[in-house]
């Protein structure tokens, strides 16, 4: 079985610019999560997707932005990059929300100039 | 809000030794706890998950314990390994965020 696949692996964009990262789950997972991982801040949790619904959400501003899709593939956007925004951005999926075990994706590497 | 911290930040030992990774949560209302292992620049591997029910999982060299009520886990790893060395992360569900702590970054000498 396939694990979770994200993409791009990389991304260069300058301040400014808008991004959007992919998130394809585990199949049969109808759960998809963002993170954000800094080595200053460590993980932090971006928001949580289910039917097509965002069930959850982090403490981030609104210009971090998700959507779930019918096939439970997921999107993540960035709107005006920041400096700050450079992160690794990880995806994890699971069957149903809340509390099953959760699988991660190698995550996206963006880099904001 | 649950807060997770790890002790120690990080680990050097020599190839061959047994160590223990531990983890405490504040919120001890916690439905199960999720071990992972983070290779540098690399995604999260999940290495256990114990249920609330459970007091141990265990999957080759690897042990994980629980203690709701003093909210406590501990990561047992025997006979430690190169290949071992890596950041490990407990994580722990709660109100469907989940909550990581700041890892233990694990260095394996040969």
């Known amino acids: 079985k396939a694990g979770v696949t994200q993409t791009p692996r990389y991304l260069i964009k300058t301040r400014g610019q808008q991004v959007t990262l992919s998130c394809s789950p585990i199949?049969?997972?109808?759960?998809v999560s963002w993170y954000q991982q800094t080595p200053g801040q460590g993980l932090q949790f971006l928001f949580e997707?289910?039917?097509?619904?965002?069930?959850n959400k982090g403490n981030f501003p609104g210009r971090f932005s998700g959507r779930q899709f019918s096939n439970s593939r997921s999107e993540m956007n960035v709107s005006t990059l920041e400096l700050g925004d450079s992160a690794l951005y990880l995806c994890?999926?699971?069957?149903?929300?809340?509390?099953?075990?959760?699988?991660f994706g190698p995550g996206t590497r963006l880099t904001v100039l | 809000k649950q807060e997770v911290t790890q002790i120690p930040a990080a680990l050097s030992v020599p190839e061959g030794e047994n160590l223990v990774l531990n983890c405490s949560f504040t919120d001890s209302a916690i439905y199960n706890l999720q071990w992972f292992r983070q290779d540098p620049g690399k995604g999260l591997t999940s290495l256990l998950l114990?249920?609330?029910?459970?007091r141990e999982q265990t999957s080759g060299r690897l042990n994980a314990s629980l203690d709701k009520s003093s909210g406590r886990s501990t990561l047992y790893i025997a006979a430690s390994q190169p290949g071992d060395s890596a950041t490990y992360l407990c994580a722990v569900p709660n109100f469907n965020k989940f909550y990581f702590g700041s890892g233990t970054k694990l260095n394996v000498k040969p």
């Open positions: 994890a999926s699971s069957l149903v929300p809340g509390y099953n075990e959760q699988f």
């Open positions: 997707y289910f039917s097509e619904t965002q069930r």
């Open positions: 114990i249920q609330s029910s459970q």
């Open positions: 199949s049969g997972h109808r759960s």
